[in-house]
């Protein structure tokens, strides 16, 4: 089965400081791991993914991610917050087949100025 | 391109009511979603069309809920009769191939009172 769990419900950091979302993610394959985002009033928006190649991903905006296996983790990171990356941020594992995503309760990203 | 398209954006009905939301994919996608977000919970799959075949409606909750696919074009999810758990917000969301990852859609906010 699989199974996603963000370990902060809040997250809460300065403008120019560094973002950590933290996923952890359970699953009976090799899994393909996502973020997505959510801003107030708007759609799911795909920040990056991970298919199995590298395991350091980039994606839009300056976020990237790392797989790591060991540790059955997908955190999410970002060198420097802007007032913009206030949202909803969502880990995400797909089926084996991709028919289906398993969302992570989501972390709520405040940045202050 | 068009991104999906889904209405209305929200919608407040009484217990015991029909509603009845759209979603347009977009074009040319033959992947549809309905995923769900009840307050305070994950975001959770509803089912899945290829074309206009369900393809997998493993997430809907009931029979009160039905979902429908006109000649593998937009969607139509309907609640019949409403009830107060059935609040929350409802995402569509569509894909070309699986592994691509989905586009969302803004989501339709339904309360019921």
């Known amino acids: 089965a699989q199974s996603v769990t963000q370990l902060d419900s809040h997250v809460s950091v300065s403008e120019g400081t560094p973002v950590l979302l933290r996923c952890n993610y359970s699953s009976s394959y090799s899994p393909s791991l996502f973020w997505y985002v959510q801003h107030p009033n708007k759609g799911l928006q795909l920040l990056l993914k991970?298919?199995?190649?590298?395991?350091l991903v980039k994606g839009i905006n300056g976020f990237e991610a790392e797989f790591k296996k060991s540790e059955t983790s997908f955190h999410l990171t970002k060198p420097s917050a802007h007032m913009s990356d206030a949202a909803e941020y969502f880990c995400?594992?797909?089926?084996?087949?991709?028919?289906?995503?398993?969302f992570g309760s989501g972390t709520k990203l405040n940045v202050k100025p | 391109e068009a991104g999906v398209t889904q209405f209305p954006s929200h919608s407040v009905i009484e217990k015991g009511q029909t509603v009845t939301l759209r979603c347009d994919p977009i074009s040319g996608h033959d992947n549809l979603y309905w995923y769900r977000r009840v307050m305070g919970k994950e975001i959770k799959f509803l089912l899945h069309?290829?074309?206009?075949?369900?393809?997998?409606e493993s997430g809907m909750p009931n029979n009160r809920f039905l979902a429908e696919r006109t000649g593998g074009t937009y969607s139509t999810l309907k609640v019949q009769p409403a009830e107060l758990e059935d609040s929350g917000v409802y995402f569509c969301?569509?894909?070309?191939?699986?592994?691509?990852?989905?586009?969302f859609g803004s989501g339709t906010r339904l309360t019921v009172v």
């Open positions: 991970y298919t199995s190649a590298a395991t």
């Open positions: 969301a569509s894909s070309a191939g699986r592994t691509n990852g989905y586009t």
């Open positions: 069309f290829v074309k206009e075949s369900k393809q997998d």
């Open positions: 995400v594992v797909s089926s084996y087949n991709f028919n289906k995503f398993y």
